[in-house]
């Protein structure tokens, strides 16, 4: 197993001026890109295309980079748009949302007085006496926050999840200097579906994540409904230690799910099975979705076998129609009926009544490909599939030739969020996995 990266370090920006100036150098480094592009392809002699010069792996780089410094809204709608975009018609071309999916698990952390700061303020200047040890290296750091292993004088280990600072005040005009940044000649290109109520969408759940004692009644409530489980478990509340900006939870040992691909054949069948038949648990009986599927919020023992799932603030409830839309379309998937998902897709919103043909059809044909696992007798091996390449490779020609017409809709993004992450698990894992057997008795 290779070993931990070491983490960057940089101070949150506070402030609108601040990170509009970010904002600003992000536009600046992406242009600089384009024109070094553009002055290659020219000397070898190739036609120039804005939105091809604009939307080249050099420039989500630059821009990963920078929002990953900047971390909050801007980080999050990062790997929301890169999570989108894998799901086939999404706001950004699959080459471009494939290289900022590495913002999943790339954030700067904050340096020490700044965390220090953070501290004193919520819990007060002898912070320090209230544990026994802080650890001041975090064991995850993300969009919204970054976490720190504490014990307390009684014995406990408790995980830490420390919102950076200004996040929520910054949300706002986050949403909208990105929605700007959209706007930028090429950086869309034309025919792409207009963003704003995915937009609107995204700053109302950005809103719902920043609020920890919401946080704290949807993982209690998701604790009670998911019950006893063989394999996953989720961490007890502690509310002694929480905070409006710190949510304070029992410890849980283990490493990022997707480091078990370093694990016999047999533990990763496991661990993605019952990954895959709680996102479908969630879905049709719980009526209530965790929709962050990023790898570092499951945490599996390898003493135990168990999995810990971690981070509820993106938890969702869904409407029973909503589950019925997605179970129509999962229906229609499995029995490879064009028709059927065309209706279905129509009716979750996926399609437009007025979609061009061309558009329409696109869109049928990559969601029947998707449904390929359904369709499968017996596991189907992720390891030897190529469902995930000839997804990407349809997405990006479908992007740059007859486009999309519509988002998904905005409530559904973020299920489609979910399955899609899942299976990309089920991917990275290399994992073999019955979605007959899944979804047994759900279609």
């Not at 912070?127 to 040890?133: T, V, Y």
């Not at 014990?151 to 408790?158: I, M």
């Not at 949300?171 to 025919?191: K, Y």
């Not at 410890?251 to 799910?257: K, Q, S, T």
Request: neutral net charge.
């Amino acid at each position: 197993m290779p070993p931990p990266k070491k983490p960057r370090v940089a101070s949150v920006p506070q402030g609108r001026t601040s990170r509009f100036l970010h904002f600003g150098r992000a536009v600046s480094e992406m242009a600089a890109g384009a024109a070094i592009e553009g002055v290659a392809r020219l000397a070898r002699g190739e036609r120039l295309d804005v939105s091809q010069l604009m939307l080249t792996p050099g420039n989500a780089k630059r821009l990963a980079e920078r929002m990953s410094q900047m971390r909050g809204a801007v980080l999050k709608l990062g790997q929301l748009m890169s999570m989108d975009g894998q799901g086939g018609n999404g706001v950004l071309p699959p080459l471009f949302a494939e290289m900022l999916g590495g913002l999943r698990d790339q954030a700067h952390v904050m340096p020490p007085e700044q965390l220090a700061q953070v501290l004193k303020r919520e819990y007060g200047a002898k912070w320090k006496q209230r544990f026994r040890s802080f650890s001041e290296q975090p064991i995850a750091a993300a969009s919204i926050g970054q976490v720190h292993k504490v014990e307390t004088h009684d014995g406990r280990v408790l995980a830490l999840k420390i919102q950076y600072p200004g996040v929520k005040a910054s949300i706002d005009s986050d949403v909208a200097n990105l929605m700007l940044l959209t706007r930028l000649p090429g950086f869309v290109p034309a025919g792409a579906p207009d963003p704003t109520p995915l937009f609107d969408r995204i700053r109302e759940q950005l809103h719902a994540e920043t609020d920890y004692r919401a946080e704290a009644i949807a993982m209690q409530s998701y604790k009670t409904m998911l019950g006893d489980d063989p394999v996953l478990i989720v961490p007890d509340l502690v509310q002694e230690h929480c905070t409006d900006h710190i949510l304070a939870t029992e410890f849980m040992r283990g490493v990022a799910i997707d480091k078990m691909v370093y694990t016999v054949q047999s533990q990763r069948d496991r661990a993605a099975s019952a990954l895959c038949r709680l996102a479908v648990r969630e879905l049709f009986d719980m009526h209530l979705v965790q929709t962050d599927p990023n790898f570092g919020n499951y945490l599996f023992d390898a003493n135990t076998g168990r999995i810990a799932l971690l981070d509820f603030g993106a938890t969702q409830a869904v409407l029973p129609e909503r589950a019925e839309h997605i179970r129509a379309l999962a229906r229609a998937q499995r029995d490879n009926d064009a028709e059927g998902v065309l209706q279905a897709a129509q009716a979750a919103g996926f399609i437009g009544l007025n979609d061009a043909p061309a558009q329409t059809r696109g869109v049928v044909e990559m969601m029947l490909m998707a449904g390929e696992p359904l369709r499968h007798e017996g596991p189907y091996d992720f390891a030897a599939s190529d469902l995930f390449k000839r997804g990407f490779d349809q997405g990006r020609a479908q992007f740059f030739g007859e486009g999309f017409a519509s988002t998904p809709p905005p409530d559904m993004l973020f299920l489609q969020r979910k399955f899609v992450g899942t299976f990309m698990l089920c991917a990275r894992l290399k994992a073999r996995v019955d979605m007959g057997e899944v979804f047994r008795g759900r279609l």
